[in-house]
């Protein structure tokens, strides 16, 4: 399932990004070749990049690529270096949890209630903050995959 949920999260990661890629070349072309810069593509370029950031926290999350001090874990023995994995994994999940998920989830809500709409794209903000409980979700399954892992090693 986990690398499936990662070809899913890779193709939607490479979609942003090329449409990212060319509404900025786009917003750069009609600014300076056409003197007629259009007032979109400056919002577009800031929700698109929020996805992509999010979305790629969890990506990297499930890869277990993300910045990690590795000082102290190196001068730990396997015993102990297994245990601050997991107290680190559990607080991974606990912000997922409650940051994404619930607060993410919160702010879609009163966003949706509200009836809050973009500026210039008048996208309904809901849809844009929806990433927060997406991102939330998809590093809960990584990181209880993580701890399954964990846990049944050996």
Do not use: A, H, M, Q
């Given at each position: 399932m986990r690398k499936k949920i990662d070809f899913v999260v890779e193709r939607i990661l490479m979609i942003l990004m090329t449409v990212m890629v060319v509404n900025v070349l786009w917003q750069i072309?009609?600014?300076?070749?056409?003197?007629?810069?259009?007032?979109?593509?400056?919002?577009l370029a800031r929700y698109l990049m929020m996805w992509l950031g999010l979305l790629g926290a969890a990506y990297v999350a499930g890869k277990n690529l993300h910045v990690a001090i590795t000082y102290l874990p190196s001068k730990l023995n396997i015993k102990a270096q297994k245990k601050m994995t997991i107290v680190v994994t559990l607080s991974i999940l606990f912000f997922s949890v409650f940051v994404f998920i619930v607060g993410?989830?919160?702010?879609?809500?009163?966003?949706?209630?509200?009836g809050q709409r973009s500026p210039a794209l008048q996208i309904p903000l809901a849809y844009i903050y929806a990433v927060l409980p997406l991102t939330g979700f998809l590093i809960l399954i990584y990181?209880?995959?993580?701890?399954?892992?964990?846990?049944?090693?050996?």
């Open positions: 072309f009609s600014r300076y070749l056409l003197n007629n810069p259009n007032v979109f593509t400056d919002e993410g989830g919160r702010l879609v809500y009163i966003s949706y209630i509200l990181k209880l995959d993580d701890l399954k892992c964990i846990l049944w090693k050996k």
